[in-house]
């Protein structure tokens, strides 16, 4: 045969060599953390003498390290024994809206939104569900900006608070609010304590059918049991705060598994109405210096300002906190799933902190760490609707995971010995 015409299959066959080693340099992306304890969002016990197997950022799988299979060649981060638990979620954050104290437009930058995701990030956070009013920058954020890149938290969005007045309004309303293409959307069903006309029946199923049409779902703010209940009966999708002025009843505990409802507690939400009048105890905590801005807490400390912390709605919410504890620890003893969630992010409910002390809040109330765990993990995600790829470090999800030195399991305050928090298995900057 003409050399010539061995010429194609020449190039073939070198092609084929070529791009074969390639791909064996491909699996430099795999990443390999070994010799750890992990939990991984599903089972009931942790794994001890594990390895947490990575490619691009996305698990693999969960080995045990003597594994005869053990990959080769793989970059390797020793672990030295720690806990591995997979990234933590807050069902209901709020991202860009204050930059300390000021929520004016000044506060609505993209670098506030970036400095607010990666202080979430260093305390473990590694996902926010932001349940509205956030400025287009967070969109913008969202939208441009590589959490694992950036070693920031992975951000959903609710846009603006549905507040029509009228069943006209609802579908010009959920049209403007869809522009940024939000990924929740959020309405409050709420009197200001018996201030003010609350957002009607005939309303609010106007809203859910509306939001319902374009694929998304409805959170809604609440205060008393009655409109939790009406809200799960015309359609919402998810119960935004604690019920807090009568315990929860069968009613709505079936309302609540025959649906499939989920509530976020944000137990520390409450606490920051109240907490300030004084100077709160956490204000000597390192956990919480660690990441505090001195101004702001010295702006806490001023007369003037302990003043705003005090009145009729400092004092309901204050006698409702335990009610709002009993009712957390009810739904979720009747098989409700509690999805963490602390409504951080506005004036003086410090992101990331608040976080932790919502987990300790939810273990004082009576919820036991693995509970806990599992409500800021899976149920977060599956709640929220991102467990396709979060919440657990299952086969093909983002590996984002937080490494600790005490195990979580025997006491969540042990949270707080973080050491390293992974998103998309690179590493925060902490
Ligand atoms: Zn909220």
Not at 43 to 59: C, H, S
Not at 211 to 231: F, M, S, T
Not at 281 to 304: C, G, K, S, T, W
């Amino acid at each position: 045969m003409n050399s010539f015409k061995r010429l194609p299959l020449l190039i073939f066959v070198f092609s084929v060599l070529i791009l074969s080693s390639c791909t064996s340099e491909k699996d430099e992306n795999l990443l390999i953390f070994t010799n750890a304890i992990i939990w991984n969002g599903t089972e009931q016990e942790m794994r001890e003498n594990a390895a947490l197997v990575t490619r691009d950022g996305r698990v693999i799988s969960i080995i045990d390290i003597n594994d005869l299979d053990f990959p080769e060649g793989a970059e390797m981060v020793d672990l030295n024994g720690a806990y591995v638990i997979p990234g933590l979620i807050n069902a209901h954050g709020h991202v860009g809206m204050a930059d300390g104290l000021d929520t004016s437009s000044q506060a609505h930058t993209t670098d506030n939104v970036v400095r607010q995701l990666r202080l979430s990030a260093r305390y473990g956070i590694t996902t926010v569900v932001s349940l509205g009013d956030e400025p287009y920058h967070a969109f913008l954020v969202r939208d441009n900006i590589d959490a694992v890149d950036s070693g920031i938290a992975r951000v959903f969005l609710a846009g603006d608070v549905l507040h029509a007045n009228s069943p006209e309004e609802v579908a010009e309303e959920v049209e403007r609010n869809s522009q940024y293409i939000p990924d929740w959307m959020k309405i409050r069903v709420d009197d200001g304590l018996g201030q003010r006309e609350k957002m009607s029946p005939e309303i609010y199923s106007a809203i859910i059918d509306e939001v319902h049409n374009r694929d998304l779902k409805l959170a809604a703010h609440i205060v008393y049991l009655e409109d939790a209940k009406e809200i799960i009966r015309n359609g919402g999708d998810l119960i935004a705060h604690s019920v807090r002025d009568e315990p929860v009843d069968r009613e709505l505990i079936d309302l609540m598994l025959d649906r499939n409802i989920c509530i976020t507690p944000t137990l520390t939400r409450e606490v920051s109405v109240f907490v300030y009048a004084e100077r709160p105890d956490f204000f000597d905590d390192p956990f919480f210096l660690e990441y505090a801005n001195p101004e702001v807490i010295e702006q806490l400390e001023r007369p003037e300002v302990q003043q705003v912390f005090t009145g009729r709605a400092a004092d309901y919410f204050r006698d409702a906190l335990p009610l709002a504890k009993e009712n957390m620890v009810a739904l979720n003893n009747a098989g409700v799933r509690v999805a963490m969630g602390t409504d951080s992010g506005p004036p003086a409910r410090f992101q990331g902190y608040f976080e932790h002390m919502e987990m300790e809040m939810m273990q004082d109330a009576g919820m036991s760490a693995a509970e806990i765990l599992r409500s800021a993990t899976r149920y977060a995600a599956e709640c929220m609707g991102i467990d396709d790829e979060l919440g657990t470090l299952e086969e093909g999800k983002w590996a984002d995971f937080v490494v600790v030195e005490e195990n979580p399991f025997e006491d969540i305050t042990n949270l707080r010995s973080i050491l390293d928090v992974y998103i998309g298995a690179s590493q925060v900057q902490r």
